[in-house]
Structures are given as structure tokens and as C-alpha cells.
């Protein structure tokens, strides 16, 4: 999992109070596994947010150079520890319902002037911005998904009458059909 960041400091400064405590809030996430391909499930999880109070997280694909971007928008609440973890958090609403650590994902829908297919095998990349319910940004940060491992080539395949493209994995092989 990708590292948290958390400070905390204890000041006892003042001599009427027993122990004053200062939280110095740096939101961070954290998932796995850390480089995900398109068919693996991820777990996310958000730390250090406004203790039980509820966010919005907005998730957003693009792909450079194509015209694609889909977006998902989803109510979640933090636990009292002030953590959002994806794969045991109740979505409230509106791009879906319950309890899906992939449902961020599956649930997008495509913006006004988008693609809504994907003509590309090339990494897809999802920013993700949590906000509270008055809609102040509370962190941001950005995923990217591979379609298939880093070292698998790609052929594109156009000989007698037969056309497509074959994904070749890295390796001596002999490789499954």
C-alpha cells in the first residue's frame, strides 16, 4: 500500500489545560496493488479525513489524446478515526448504492461529448477528488490502470484476410491460447 502521512503533536503549553492537542490534517490514500491492471479489484482506502462526517469523492477517467472522460460521484461516510475505506463503506448515492470497492469505477458514466467506448489499449488514468458537503476539495489525487502488464507487446495482425491484434506476454512462453 502506498505510504499515510499523519502528524500529530501534543502541546502542554498552557498551565490551565491538562493537554492540548493539535491534529494537523494531511489527508492521504492508499491502495492495492500499487500499479493495478483493468481486471484487478482495488482496494482504496483515505485517511486522516474530517472525523465521522460524510465526503464526496468524484471520480473522473480520461484518456490522453482521445476524447474520453467519464465521471462517477459518490457519498461516503468516514469513520470516526477519520479513515474512508472503499471495499467496507456504504455508498449513498447518486452514481450507486452500497458496499463495492470497485463501485467508483463501474458506476461511471460518460460527460456530454465524450466517447462512450474505448478504442485504446493504452493506460487509463482516474483522478480522484474528495470533498466535504459544502463542497470544499479536500484531496486529490490520481490512479492509472493498465490494460495489460507493462511487459506484454502488442502486434497488430493483417495477413490472408485476417485481421486484429495479438498481446504477446513477456517471457519464453509457451503460452496459453
Same mark, same amino acid.
Given at each position: 500500500?502506498?505510504?499515510?502521512?499523519?502528524?500529530?503533536?501534543?502541546?502542554?503549553?498552557? =498551565?490551565?489545560?491538562?493537554?492540548? *492537542?493539535?491534529?494537523?490534517?494531511?489527508?492521504?490514500?492508499?491502495?492495492?496493488?500499487?500499479?493495478?491492471? @483493468?481486471?484487478?479489484?482495488?482496494?482504496?482506502?483515505?485517511?486522516?479525513?474530517?472525523?465521522?462526517?460524510?465526503?464526496?469523492?468524484?471520480?473522473?477517467?480520461?484518456?490522453?489524446?482521445?476524447?474520453?472522460?467519464?465521471? !462517477?460521484?459518490?457519498?461516503? =461516510?468516514?469513520?470516526?478515526?477519520?479513515?474512508?475505506?472503499?471495499?467496507?463503506? !456504504?455508498?449513498?448515492?447518486?452514481?450507486?448504492?452500497?458496499?463495492?470497492?470497485?463501485?467508483?469505477?463501474?458506476?461511471?458514466?460518460?460527460? =456530454?461529448?465524450?466517447?462512450?467506448?474505448?478504442?485504446?489499449?493504452? +493506460?487509463?488514468?482516474?483522478?480522484?477528488?474528495?470533498?466535504?458537503?459544502?463542497?470544499?476539495?479536500?484531496?486529490?489525487?490520481?490512479?492509472?490502470?493498465?490494460?495489460?502488464?507493462?511487459?506484454? !507487446?502488442?502486434?497488430? @495482425? *493483417?495477413?490472408?484476410?485476417?485481421?486484429?491484434?495479438?498481446?504477446? +506476454?513477456?517471457?519464453?512462453?509457451?503460452? =496459453?491460447?
Amino acid at each position: 500500500m502506498r505510504s499515510a502521512r499523519f502528524v500529530l503533536s501534543l502541546c502542554e503549553r498552557h =498551565p490551565h489545560a491538562k493537554l492540548t *492537542r493539535q491534529i494537523h490534517q494531511h489527508v492521504s490514500a492508499q491502495w492495492e496493488p500499487n500499479n493495478p491492471k @483493468i481486471d484487478d479489484t482495488i482496494r482504496i482506502k483515505f485517511c486522516n479525513l474530517p472525523l465521522s462526517s460524510k465526503v464526496q469523492l468524484q471520480t473522473t477517467l480520461t484518456s490522453p489524446g482521445e476524447k474520453l472522460k467519464f465521471r !462517477s460521484s459518490c457519498i461516503f =461516510p468516514v469513520t470516526s478515526s477519520g479513515t474512508l475505506d472503499l471495499s467496507t463503506a !456504504s455508498c449513498a448515492g447518486p452514481s450507486y448504492k452500497g458496499v463495492d470497492p470497485m463501485g467508483i469505477f463501474w458506476s461511471m458514466d460518460p460527460q =456530454p461529448g465524450s466517447l462512450t467506448r474505448l478504442y485504446s489499449s493504452g +493506460p487509463l488514468h482516474y483522478a480522484m477528488d474528495l470533498y466535504d458537503m459544502e463542497q470544499e476539495k479536500l484531496f486529490s489525487t490520481s490512479l492509472v490502470r493498465n490494460i495489460y502488464d507493462q511487459g506484454t !507487446s502488442r502486434r497488430d @495482425i *493483417r495477413s490472408d484476410g485476417i485481421v486484429g491484434t495479438l498481446f504477446v +506476454p513477456d517471457g519464453p512462453g509457451p503460452f =496459453p491460447a
